[in-house]
């Protein structure tokens, strides 16, 4: 959690509360400058040759890697995950997604000829397509994988000859100076990457400030108000909201592996994931799978992640706690039943149990919506064709998953679920891979990141035509010569298109 003392922001462990970091706040005044100093020394970045440009990510890729062990011990400190699973699902991801970006984007960033195929009938001449760098790129990271999803898109815009100026997490500031200070580490020119430490005011100041495109990562109603600030700009952004993420459980799936693999997709982070399942739908009878779940999350362990064989930490401060607490009580008095967990632990430090709720209507659903915690509530369904209408009900529709040892079956469920990534028989780890674009639909944003999509979002396409001076052009004024050129495009309307 992070507390403001004069210009001063500080972060304290979740679970111990002793301070983790400490920084100076970034005035918003200041943010313009900044950006002027990222845009000049973009000038000279976006002309150096990949392989330059390579060799200083492939060094900040080798600085992680270095210091992995490090990483995720402060993860732990500063957002109150274990270290394991720091560096499972923070750590590791961060290092492929670099390495995917030093290994893959020089070619996909390369020039690429445009033949004119059948149009040189027409005379159009040869293109040349080549990725140009916006300028200078605006982040507003997030907290809850402080390293994965803060690193990767850097490590694309610099990629694509950006400048980035970013503003780390105010609840994870210790996180956002060691990511910084491993990019100048690195060797990128002096104000190439700058991070601005604040709360929201810095935010706003630097979607307001002269970047050239944005990146926002956080809840639903801060994103539409970071896009309603862009939009009368015409600043184009990436933005990756909140989910609200199904497990459709088919009634052929094996009970076992299924509630433990679902049983981690929930509570992994503490359930502060955006891709944490937060919606079971039981095809058929959900009383036996209730009872599974709640044995299965009756197990795990909730304390403090410096202490060994804890599963599940604290949420990520009190507030937060708090705020979901109040989320619990209004989808119990919807009409939810709690069967674990459902009340803040009375102890020290921001811990609120692994919560299973169960409903018979899609009441509790909607006023569980937007939860951002522990928590998974279970219902059953009559059938398929209603668990499809249960899974796609959501305004959100970021990530979902269908569970079944029929896998025919079960893909072609997954092909209906509205959501930017369907699992079949897994969840949430698939989210780490380097290769695979990420984002969501609907209310969870757009735009993508990862692998060669997410790699675009980061350049803009331009085609360069050329043809030598002079040359015959049928085309030009005036129109009133002959018929000839009519006669021609009679004739090629006739050669490629008189079956349309």
């Not at 499972?88 to 991801?93: C, K």
């Not at 050239?212 to 539409?224: I, L, N, P, S, Y």
């Not at 009375?346 to 659903?365: I, M, Q, V």
Request: net charge neutral.
């Amino acid at each position: 959690m992070s507390v403001t003392i004069d210009d001063v922001l500080a972060t304290r462990n979740p679970a111990s509360g002793g301070e983790v970091g400490r920084v100076a706040a970034t005035s918003p005044d200041a943010v313009a400058a900044i950006i002027g100093c990222a845009r000049d020394a973009q000038a000279g970045w976006a002309v150096r040759p990949w392989n330059e440009r390579r060799a200083v990510l492939a060094d900040w890729w080798r600085i992680l890697g270095r210091d992995a062990r490090a990483w995720s011990d402060l993860i732990r400190d500063e957002i109150g995950k274990p270290a394991t699973e720091a560096m499972a699902g923070d750590v590791i991801p961060t290092l492929d997604a670099l390495r995917w970006t030093v290994k893959r984007s020089g070619k996909l960033l390369a020039d690429e000829r445009i033949g004119p195929s059948w149009q040189r009938w027409l005379l159009t001449p040869t293109g040349r397509l080549r990725w140009t760098p916006y300028g200078v790129v605006g982040i507003v990271g997030t907290w809850n994988y402080p390293l994965f999803l803060n690193a990767a898109p850097i490590a694309q815009a610099l990629a694509g000859g950006n400048a980035v100026v970013w503003k780390p997490s105010e609840l994870a500031i210790a996180c956002g100076e060691k990511l910084q200070r491993s990019l100048e580490e690195a060797g990128t020119p002096p104000g190439l990457v700058a991070a601005v430490f604040g709360r929201g005011e810095v935010g706003q100041a630097l979607l307001e400030s002269n970047i050239d495109k944005a990146m926002f990562t956080g809840g639903v109603e801060t994103g539409r108000r970071v896009l309603s600030t862009l939009a009368g700009r015409g600043i184009p952004a990436v933005v990756e909201l909140s989910g609200f993420d199904p497990a459709i459980i088919l009634p052929d799936a094996p009970v076992e592996s299924t509630v433990r693999a679902i049983v981690w997709s929930a509570f992994v982070g503490c359930g502060q994931t955006c891709v944490a399942v937060k919606r079971i739908i039981v095809v058929g009878d959900a009383r036996p799978w209730a009872e599974a779940f709640a044995a299965e999350i009756r197990k795990l362990r909730v304390g403090d992640p410096a202490e060994p064989g804890v599963d599940v930490g604290p949420m990520i401060n009190d507030p937060a706690r708090d705020r979901f607490d109040r989320t619990i009580r209004a989808t119990v008095e919807a009409g939810a039943e709690v069967l674990a967990g459902g009340e803040p632990l009375d102890r020290p430090g921001s811990f609120y149990p692994p919560t299973l709720l169960s409903a018979r209507s899609p009441e509790p659903e909607r006023a569980l919506e937007g939860a951002f915690g522990p928590v998974v509530l279970i219902r059953g369904v009559d059938d398929a064709e209603a668990a499809i209408a249960a899974a796609n009900s959501s305004s959100m529709a970021l990530a979902a998953s269908v569970w079944g040892r029929d896998r025919r079956a079960a893909r072609a469920i997954a092909r209906r679920i509205e959501a930017g990534m369907v699992c079949v028989n897994e969840a949430v780890a698939p989210t780490a891979s380097a290769s695979a674009p990420f984002g969501g639909f609907k209310s969870s944003g757009y735009g993508r990141t990862h692998g060669e999509l997410g790699l675009r979002e980061f350049v803009a396409p331009q085609v360069l035509f050329e043809r030598s001076a002079g040359g015959f052009r049928p085309q030009l004024f005036p129109y009133s010569r002959g018929g000839t050129v009519d006669k021609f495009l009679g004739f090629y309307r006739w050669m490629f298109h008189r079956r349309a």
